[in-house]
């Protein structure tokens, strides 16, 4: 770990990171990203007119069943006893956006920012497959870490402009 990247070993093998040593304590992430649609589409998913059905509900299933696969999807991402995933909606018709937001919490030895960025994602993703028939140039953006809690690093707090990171695309 000399290069400061947990995931490499001494020779720049891929590993899994060893959390044996490591103490429980509660941890928490959230994260959100947002699905930019057409006037159509945003009516039918406000109304929930949607041919395929509940659009919000169906997504909100989704996501929280891609956080709780989350080690099946990202090599190297251990798999971790979820004791709570809530996936929340907010619709912004003045931007035609729905951004979808996931928490969750474990009580691990390793972080859950990776099953919180899942689920918001899959929840997206969730959306544009229901409402592709109505409008196929959808735009799935802005993913990214809202906040974490617990664990050897400590609390992190997104902000726009923060550096580096935290700039719009």
């Known amino acids: 770990m000399e290069n400061g990247l947990t995931h490499l070993d001494a ?8 959390v044996g040593g490591k103490a ?5 992430a959230t994260a959100k990203g947002e699905i930019r649609v057409g006037e159509k589409a945003f009516a039918a998913i406000e109304s929930g007119t949607v041919g395929k059905g509940d659009v919000l509900g169906v997504a909100r299933i989704a996501g929280i069943m891609a956080a709780k696969q989350t080690s099946g999807l990202i ?5 971790l006893m979820l ?11 003045e931007t035609q956006t729905v951004e979808a937001i996931c928490t969750v ?5 390793t972080g859950v920012e990776m099953e919180a960025l899942t689920g918001a994602s899959v929840a997206l993703l969730t959306i544009y497959d229901m409402c592709k028939a109505i409008d196929r140039g959808m735009v799935i953006g ?5 906040s974490k809690s617990g664990g050897k690093s400590g609390d992190f707090r997104f902000e726009e402009n923060q550096g580096e990171t935290g700039k719009p695309f």
């Open 11 to 18: 020779h720049g093998n891929a590993v899994m990171v060893d």
């Open 24 to 28: 429980v304590t509660e941890r928490a």
């Open 75 to 79: 090599p190297l991402c251990h798999p």
């Open 83 to 93: 004791t709570k995933c809530a996936v929340e909606f907010e619709l912004h018709p």
């Open 105 to 109: 919490q474990v009580s691990g030895k």
């Open 142 to 146: 802005n993913l990214h870490l809202v």
